[in-house]
């Protein structure tokens, strides 16, 4: 099995914990409460969400989530509220885990994108996804982004007043309304969002639009249907999508993480077998250069892509864990998370 096409998602929780959405599996490792977590190579997993034997399984869980579907994509999670959202790309849905304890093969609490546990159809309407790839969470606002990415929009759920089964999202980014499904290449719209991160202290939300080799900024703080983009990461305007291997340009981005202790933003360029960093403490309205670059030797090399501690091959999701200053990126092509110590980030 090519595991490119089996997004892997890291996120820091509860106690600088680890979620790991790896293959079709959600995984914990669990770190100490007064300390960052010690990693050693190859280490295990203390706890496992999905099938409750550690093993690959498939489908709907008839009580709630035993099996993550046929693909466990975005991982984000509430601080506040001690949970857990996955997406279950292939079911259309988004779960939502108490993980104020974990359990192996524990259920989900709540669901979203379905009316029930039990259902997967697609749909584009308010309640309803396609797909749905990456996840951010706004603790400060209590709010959910979803990417459902074969929509190609950004769902927002406000969470203030509680969550429900099959709840209808706030609002839509990417779309002018719930029931439309368009791509373009302009500031309102996408070609195929992916990664989501979301930078509380500056109100900004950061998509991926894959396809179109871009990040999109917005303003979070003034979020309404179908709102144009601030600013824009890899392309001159808001009309280019063109993939190219310099240090302003990306080649069909996927994964991104923001760094909210040192206002860094790390956006895995997935077609240039690399990661780029960027200064994210001013951004121009567009043609942002990065400051370094991980997983080639300098911004115009894309060919080293081997099984090295410096070459990375996908990109498929990053995490960045500002207080031990550690980047995660997994590199699903060769079933491996490599952690990059961000306190000493340097080109290759």
């Known amino acids: 099995m090519q595991l490119k096409n089996a997004a892997g998602k890291i996120s820091t929780v509860i106690s600088m914990l680890v979620m790991a959405a790896v293959l079709l599996r959600g995984i914990a490792f669990a770190v100490p409460s007064a300390q960052a977590l010690t990693i050693a190579d190859g280490m295990a997993a203390t706890d496992v969400l999905g099938p409750n034997n550690g093993t690959i399984s498939y489908g709907l869980h008839t009580y709630g ?44 609490s709540h669901v979203l994108g379905q009316s029930s546990l039990i259902t997967s159809s697609s749909g584009t309407t308010a309640t309803t996804m396609n797909h749905p790839l990456g996840l951010a969470y706004d603790t400060a606002n209590d709010r959910l982004f979803v990417s459902d990415t074969s929509n190609v929009r950004v769902l927002v759920f406000n969470l203030s007043g509680g969550i429900t089964d099959g709840m209808s999202a706030s609002n839509v980014i990417g779309q ?117 670059v991980l997983g080639q030797p300098d911004f115009v090399t894309s060919n080293n892509w081997g099984t090295t501690i410096a070459s990375i091959y996908s990109t498929d999701a990053l995490a960045y864990d500002a207080t031990g200053n550690r980047l995660f990126v997994t590199d699903s092509f060769h079933n491996r998370v490599m952690v990059f110590n961000g306190a000493a980030i340097a080109d290759n």
């Open 176 to 292: 002018s309304v719930f029931t439309a499904h368009a791509g373009g290449t302009t500031a309102s719209t996408f070609l195929k969002p992916i990664g989501l991160a979301y930078d509380a202290s500056g109100n900004r939300l950061f998509v991926v639009d894959k396809d179109n080799s871009r990040v999109l900024v917005f303003n979070g703080a003034a979020i309404t249907d179908g709102m144009s983009a601030s600013n824009v990461i890899g392309q001159v305007d808001f009309i280019s999508g063109v993939a190219n291997t310099t240090q302003n340009t990306l080649w069909l981005p996927v994964g991104i993480a923001f760094d909210s202790a040192n206002n860094r933003l790390f956006v895995g360029d997935d077609g240039n077998w690399r990661v780029m960093v960027f200064n994210a403490a001013a951004i121009p309205l567009n043609n942002l250069a990065a400051t370094h």
């Open 65 to 108: 989530l035993g099996e993550i579907g046929t693909g466990a994509s975005g991982v984000a999670y509430d601080s506040v509220h001690n949970r857990t959202f996955i997406a279950d790309t292939l079911n259309n849905r988004v779960l939502e885990f108490d993980t104020t304890s974990i359990s192996d093969g524990m259920n989900a």
